[in-house]
């Protein structure tokens, strides 16, 4: 028997074991090298992240306008207007002296549940010339007349006796416009033409006509439901809101990027446009340019929510209705028992860009109105609307 040596032929089947072991060694630090890098990479894209979220949170808390301090005051007698109970959300005045005021806005709710069920959309019209008359619905020719939850408003004087009103309406799953013609010779009905239906609108909130069949809008939020979405495009300051135009029911954008925009108005010879921005607390003023595009001129801090704007079409200036305690309207918005503070504020126009400004009237919401919302001038008079509740008038004493 030959036996054979058994450790002469041994070998190693990978080679040198220190070699290969080092090459274990290696592999393991670039792999755990790789997955550091990736680690350090992720937690640096979370942290940008997290700070993005913070700065935007940190707008929010600063729109709040906690501790804000009320200084009440108003520009000379005021009284509520009769027969208006459940909002004054828009104004929008004629020529004439007459006031169209919308009323019965349902908003972010259960439009059944109390205090909302028993309130009705409507078209009120007031009359400066018979103040004490108060405010007087109108007839509405029109066959869905009990689906119509009224907001923001605009019109055009057609030149031969009679208006276009434009009335922003949200229905149940969509914000539309519905047109109305108003004729001076029958001043207590409104007849509907036509609803305008688009992608481009989303939550809006005003219109501003630019011709019988034509119009300004804004999109407050990307989000209409009111629900996670909504809430987080607020919380987090998203600037999703957007101004839109229409002709003949062809819409499109003309300016994106905006925080809650809300009021919009022309300039009396048609060439500008103001925006009440309630997310950056200013007035933006633009200028109309090619196939209604905008471009923007100003910026005006203002430092408090305003809302609606009504342009004086004697002398130009603005007009606005908000409240300088913006976390209020939030609770006022789903109960109007909670009382919100009101404030008007004025504005001074050369050459279509804002020179200065003033408050002109400011209450905590117990008065005369919870949540001012639009506010005009005519005569001397200041008639002041709310987003759910009543609406005044004043007497405007002062001078700048």
Not at 32 to 61: D, K, M, N, P
Not at 70 to 89: D, K, M, T
Not at 171 to 181: D, I, P, Y
Request: hydrophobic content about 35%; some cysteine; proline content about 4%.
């Amino acid at each position: 028997m030959v036996l054979q040596n058994n450790t002469a032929s041994s070998t190693v089947p990978n080679g040198n074991p220190t070699v290969t072991s080092s090459k274990r060694t290696q592999a393991l630090l670039k792999h755990l090298w790789e997955r550091r890098v990736i680690y350090s990479a992720l937690s640096f894209v979370l942290l940008i992240f997290t700070g993005v979220l913070c700065y935007r949170y940190s707008q929010f808390t600063h729109l709040l306008n906690l501790g804000q301090h009320l200084f009440p005051h108003q520009p000379g007698p005021c009284f509520n207007i009769p027969g208006v109970l459940f909002g004054a959300e828009d104004l929008e005045l004629i020529s004439t002296g007459l006031v169209f005021i919308s009323t019965g806005l349902k908003f972010n709710t259960d439009p059944e549940s109390i205090p909302w069920k028993d309130r009705h959309g409507q078209i009120l019209l007031f009359d400066f010339k018979a103040s004490t008359k108060g405010a007087l619905p109108l007839t509405l020719e029109w066959k869905h007349q009990n689906n119509f939850n009224p907001h923001g408003l605009g019109s055009w004087a057609n030149g031969d006796g009679t208006y276009s009103l434009f009335v922003v309406n949200h229905l149940e799953e969509e914000s539309v416009v519905e047109r109305f013609t108003f004729a001076l010779q029958q001043p207590g009905v409104l007849k509907h033409e036509e609803t305008t239906r688009s992608h481009s609108f989303h939550l809006l909130s005003d219109v501003a006509a630019t011709g019988s069949k034509s119009f300004y809008y804004t999109n407050s939020f990307r989000n209409r439901d009111g629900g996670i979405f909504q809430k987080i495009e607020l919380k987090f300051s998203m600037s999703w809101g957007s101004v839109g135009h229409c002709m003949r029911h062809a819409c499109g954008k003309v300016v994106g990027g905006l925080r809650i925009p809300s009021g919009i108005a022309m300039s009396a010879n048609k060439k500008m446009v103001y925006i009440s921005h309630i997310g950056e607390e200013s007035i933006e003023v633009y200028e109309i340019v090619e196939h209604h595009y905008l471009q923007q001129k100003q910026v005006w801090p203002v430092e408090t929510a305003i809302n609606n704007i009504n342009v004086d079409p004697l002398t130009g200036d603005l007009w606005t209705g908000g409240t300088s305690v913006f976390y209020k309207s939030l609770i006022h918005t789903y109960d109007p028992s909670f009382p919100c503070p009101s404030q008007v504020l004025h504005f001074k126009l050369r050459d279509g860009k804002i020179i200065k400004m003033r408050e002109v009237y400011s209450e905590d919401g117990n008065r005369f109105v919870s949540l001012s919302t639009s506010a005009l001038y005519y005569d001397n008079k200041l008639l002041i609307g709310s987003a759910f509740s009543r609406a005044a008038m004043c007497e405007v004493l002062y001078t700048w």
